[in-house]
Each structure stands twice: as C-alpha cells, then as structure tokens.
C-alpha cells in the first residue's frame, strides 16, 4: 500500500501530517511523492485564511477522479479546516472516507485504525511487518527534526480562528520532549524545532514535580547530546520574557532568529484585535532582545485591511515595520473568519484599497529583506549543512555553497552574494 501526504499552512500542520502518517506507515505503508501513485492520501489542511481554505477544498474536489479511477482508495481529510467544516466536508465530498478535525489528533491512531479495520483486513494482517519507529517522514529534512511542545491556543485575538479549530493549549510532559529529542538526534538529527501555536507558553512540571516554564525547556532540550541547533516556532510575544531572553543569549545552541508577530503599527487596531499587548510593549521586548542578543534577527506577521482600518493606522503599521527592520515578514490581507468576533463587523476596507496597501507594505518589506541579505554579502557566517551544499545560517537566512556537501555537520561559510531570498557562498573551512 501506497501512501501520500498533503500538508497545506503552517508547520504546525506539515509536523502533524507526519504524525497522521505514522500508524499507516507502521501498518506498512510506503510514502510516495506522486498522488496518483498512492493508495491512500491524506490531507492535512488549515483555515486561517479563507484562501488556505478554499484551497484544501478545491484539492479535495480535484482528488474525485483519483478516486472513481479506483474506489477501493482511500482519502482521509484532516487539520484545521476539517475541524471547522466537519460534517459538512462528507457532504459536500462524499468521496471522502475519513474526517478528522484537529482537535481530535491525539485519538487520530485509533479513529484511523476503527475506520480502516473493516476496510482494510490487509493493513491488519501487515501489522508488525515494519521495523522502523523513528522513520524520518514528514521532517523538513533528517538533519532538522520538528518537535510538538504543545498545542492549542488561549488567546483569543479577534480576527483568528486557530483557537475555535485547535482549542485550548495543552503541553506535553518535558520527560516526552527531551524523549523525542533523543530518538531524533540519535537517528541524525542536528537541529531541533519546536513547534506550538504559541510555543513559549509552555509550562508544565516534570515527574519530581519541578516547575518547568518554556525557558527551561530550551535549556534541557539544548543539553540533549548531538543538539547542535535549536530553534522554536511559532512564539508569542506575550511569552518573552527576561527568563527566555536570557536562555536565549545563554545557550550556545539556541539559534539568533525570533519570530515576533506584531500585525499592526497602529494601538487602535492592536485593541480592536483583542491582540494583549501595545506597540510600546511590542517595542520594549523587542530592544530587550536585541540588546542581549546584538545579533539577531527578528521576522513578523502583519495583517493589513482589518475592519475599519484608515489610511492613518496603516501609515503606522509602515512605520512600525521600518522601525522594527524585520529580516523577512508575512503579510496577510485580512481574512473574516466565520465565528470570528471580528467577522461580526462589515469588512469595510474596500479590496483595491487592500491590494494597494498589501502591495506597498511588500515594496518595504522585500528592500528590508534585500538590504540584510546584502550586508552579508563578504561576511563569514556559520551554516548547518541540512542537505547537501545547502542550510541556514543561525539567524535563519538560507545559503547555498555547493561543496563539500556533509548533511549533518555545520561549515563556516563566506557569503559571496545573494539571490532571491537565498544567500550564496563557498566554504571558508574545510
Ligand atoms: N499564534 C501565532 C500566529 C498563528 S496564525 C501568533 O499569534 O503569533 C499566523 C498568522 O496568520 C498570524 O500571525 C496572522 O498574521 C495571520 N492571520 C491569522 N488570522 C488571520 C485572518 N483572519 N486574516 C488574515 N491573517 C490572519
Ligand atoms: Fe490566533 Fe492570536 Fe492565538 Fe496566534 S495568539 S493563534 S493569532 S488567537
């Protein structure tokens, strides 16, 4: 049996596609790259923005010939949007085998095993034919693992319908972490991210009953022999406190990249998007950062067009953004989410006037992003190899050298120039 996997958004979602291929790749099945190769598909798709959403569905309705060409196939549909659409996804695509919502990831081994049993006495029969726990599927790449630190989200931002589909945060046990880890870093991995919709509000106590916060948890997983890297995704800025901070500056290990989202320069807009924190307090942590870490880079997420927003708050947002000199940054138009608070008031910035706006805020953005990639160009910077000839330096900026090429191991490299959105280099040290 053949097996693909789609894994549309963030890399939340593309971490939980691995894991929903786990139980099929542990009954033996193979992963293929082509979809009309597979006997199975499954879909990890998001909702965060109406676009993502439509997109999932249109692949779902694409995948009907896929699936009369062969009835016995099977199509699981799972992730965000699933959770949000539930029923009415079977309805609308009754060629759709398996619904599941995000919520329910946890008990996706044993809704997928019910579901599949009766169907599917041979997957059954093959259990125990494979021999590979810790298959390296769904990573990035093997030199960089992704890790589930937590999941969920309690904040309630206005416009965002993470915490409706993904509900309340839940941590993982550190032991469960650090045991992660590990296994990871003993079958090659070198670079360790950790994922949560708010990553750094994990907090939990280990099995002596210590607290542990988000910091702490770095520095263990930092201590984890064969760590070289670690980097985290997505944090909060409410979460950034002195204890990270200074975890940050104080392990080696901890990568000088930190991604702050601060979606709008304008106070009025922050209130309205419910999003518990100002600019001033947005800019306090962000000098707090940079003067304990001089080198690092900070990205962020900007929402432009949300409801009511004048031409006076979007100049803010520019000014903010050129204050903050972020080293790349996603810029999303304002999407009204069904459910939403905020999709309760009419969405009243007319959509030439978004496309201008999005426009004008990418022309900022795309010279800030050239303008750091060409301060690098003759420095030396210290790359992990991730696949051969090609990594990221700390700060997070993708460079590719070419030669020697050894996945797994880190190169001082010396940038020589930049194309689009890649530095290029040749090795310093061999
Ligand atoms: N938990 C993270 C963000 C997760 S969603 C945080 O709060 O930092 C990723 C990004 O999508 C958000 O930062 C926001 O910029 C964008 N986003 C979320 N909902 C949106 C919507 N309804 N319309 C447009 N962009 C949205
Ligand atoms: Fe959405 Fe806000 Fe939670 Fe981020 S913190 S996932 S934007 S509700």
Known sequence: MRLHVVALGCQ?????????????????????????????IIINTCTVRQHAEDKALSLIGRLKTWKDENPARILIVAGCA???LGGRLSKRFPHVDLVVGAKVIDD?????????????????????????????????????????????????????????????????????????????????AREIMLLGQTVNSWRRRDAAGRKRRFADLLRDVAAVPGVLRVRFESPHPHFVDDALISAMAEVPQVCGHLHLPLQS???RLLGLMRRNGSTASFF?????????????????????????????????TLEAVERLRPAWAYTFKYS???????????????????EERLARLNALCDGLNEKAMRSRVGRVVKILDETGGYGRARDGFRVKWGTPAAPGREFRVRVTGASKRTLLGECHER
């Not at 019910?114 to 997957?123: S, V």
């Open 265 to 267: 320069g304008s106070d």
């Open 284 to 316: 306090e942590k962000a000098r707090r950062l940079r003067s304990a870490l001089p080198e690092i880079e900070l990205s962020t997420d900007i929402i432009i067009g949300f409801p009511s927003e004048t031409d006076d708050d979007f100049q803010r």
């Open 82 to 84: 699933a959770e949000r």
């Open 336 to 354: 009204p989410r069904e459910g939403t608070e905020a999709a309760g008031r009419p969405d009243d910035v007319p959509p030439e006037v978004k």
């Open 108 to 188: 996706y081994p044993r809704l997928v095993e019910e579901a599949l049993a009766a169907r599917f006495d041979l997957i059954v029969q093959r259990r125990g034919n494979f021999a590979a726990p810790g298959v390296p599927f769904g990573w990035t790449s093997p030199v960089c693992a992704q890790v589930t630190v937590m999941r969920g989200c309690n904040f309630s931002c206005s416009y965002c319908i993470v915490p409706a589909v993904r509900g309340r945060e839940s941590y993982r046990a550190p032991e469960a972490v650090l045991a992660e880890v590990r296994a990871k870093t003993e079958a090659g």
């Open 12 to 40: 939340m979602s593309v971490a939980d596609g691995g894991e929903l291929a786990q139980p099929l790749i542990a009954r033996g099945m193979r992963p293929v790259a082509e979809p009309k190769d597979a006997d199975v």
